[in-house]
C-alpha cells in the first residue's frame, strides 16, 4: 500500500526523517512530497529541499521523493494514493491535523490520514526552530543530519 508524507521540508529534520522510517515500516511505498505553496516563504528553494530529502533518504528503499504546486487531494487521486502520513510532536499540533485530515477527507472520501508520533526525542523540533536557532549561531546538529547543517548556515551566515 502507498502512502504519502507532505511537507515543506524546509529544511528536512531528524524528526522528518523519523516519520519517514517508521512510515517505510508500515507501508509499501512512502512518497515524501514537498509542498510548494506560493503564500510562504521559503529558506530554501524547492530544488535545494528536493535535494536534501534525496540526500538524507538515499539508504531508505521504498521512498519516492516528489513535489506538487497544489492540493494535496489533486496529487493523491492522481497517483492513487489513499493515506496521507502526518506526523505528531504535541497535542498542540492534533487540532491542526485533525482540521486537515477531516477536510481531506470530506474532499476525498476515500482516503484515510494516519498519525505518527514523533518520538520524544525530537517532539520539540520544527524546522522554523532549526532555522530560529541557526541564524543565532546556534548548535542544531541534534536536530538535522550534518548536510543539512552544513547547507543551512551557508544559507543563514553565508558560512
Known sequence: MKAIYPGSFDPITYGHLDIIKRATKIFSEVY???????????????????KMIEECTENIKNVKIDYFRGLLIDYLK??????????????????????????NKEMCPNVDTVFLMTDKKYSFISSSLVKEVAYFGGDISRWVPKSVERKLRKKVNGV
Do not use: C, P, S, W
Open 78 to 103: 492522481m497517483h492513487k494514493i489513499d493515506v496521507i502520513i502526518r506526523g505528531l510532536r504535541a497535542v498542540t499540533d492534533f487540532e491542526y491535523e485533525l482540521q486537515m485530515a477531516m477536510a
Open 32 to 50: 515524501v512530497v514537498v509542498m510548494e505553496n506560493k503564500r510562504k516563504n521559503y529558506t530554501f528553494t524547492l530544488e535545494e529541499r528536493i
